[in-house]
């Protein structure tokens, strides 16, 4: 039972280059998410699906876009990476969406240069 | 949107003390959680506790929904509980979690 994983665990991209960071989990939760996290500072929303087909956007939406492929995978994508987007990404998961108790992936370590 | 402010932002202590972290919040809750950032940057689960008291180990939390606050509480703390502790609450409003600045902690042998 490995709960909530994400690929890669570090990347470093160029300014423009495009990648898919990757979550999935096993723990049949209906609701996945994607924070970033800045130095020094507390996680904010990017993006999260309350169930498998649905996407909302979150506090932070721009530059990104996000698939739900399945119940069990929820990919973050940046089209055009900007050194804004340097910062830690964590994947979470809660049963359903308002007021459930949300777990978090192991983080994301992206350096745009 | 709700406001989440943590204190102290930095705590130092000596092995063996207590100490008592603190999150306000500026509107009603559905969910609060505390966590524990250790030095590696994985995000722990503390607590789940939108109201009442929880104990788990040296550690336990109280929020008081009504006065919109909560409370953790370290008992006979250790190196290991060293890192950064955030709490995140979830409103009415939608389902993000809402964090605060988190309160880092040291403590020293």
């Known amino acids: 039972n490995a709960g909530v994983t994400q690929t890669p665990k570090f990347q470093v991209l160029k300014t423009g280059q495009s990648m898919t960071l990757q979550c999935a989990q096993d723990m049949n939760h209906n609701s996945m998410y994607w924070y970033r996290q800045d130095p020094g500072m507390g996680l904010r929303l990017i993006y999260y699906s309350a169930s498998e087909g649905t996407t909302d956007k979150g506090e932070v939406p721009n530059g990104y876009n996000v698939s739900r492929l399945n119940k069990r995978e929820f990919s973050l994508r940046l089209e055009s990476a900007a050194p804004s987007q340097t910062s830690v990404y964590f994947c979470a998961t809660a049963t359903s969406g308002r007021g459930n108790e949300q777990f978090f992936g192991p983080g994301t370590r992206l350096t745009v240069l | 949107g709700i406001q989440v402010e943590q204190s102290p932002p930095d705590l130092i202590l000596q092995e063996g003390a207590n100490s008592t972290l603190r999150c306000n919040f500026s509107d009603s809750v559905n969910n609060l959680q505390w966590f524990h950032q250790n030095p590696w940057g994985q995000l722990i689960n503390l607590f789940y506790?939108?109201?009442g008291t929880k104990q788990n180990g040296r550690l336990s939390a109280t929020t008081v929904a009504t006065e919109r606050y909560s409370l953790l509480y370290i008992s006979s703390s250790q190196t290991t509980d060293s890192g950064v502790y955030f709490c995140?609450?979830?409103?009415?409003?939608?389902?993000?979690?809402?964090f605060g600045g988190g309160t880092r902690l040291m403590v020293k042998p």
């Open positions: 995140a609450v979830d409103n009415n409003a939608g389902n993000m979690l809402t």
């Open positions: 506790i939108p109201s």
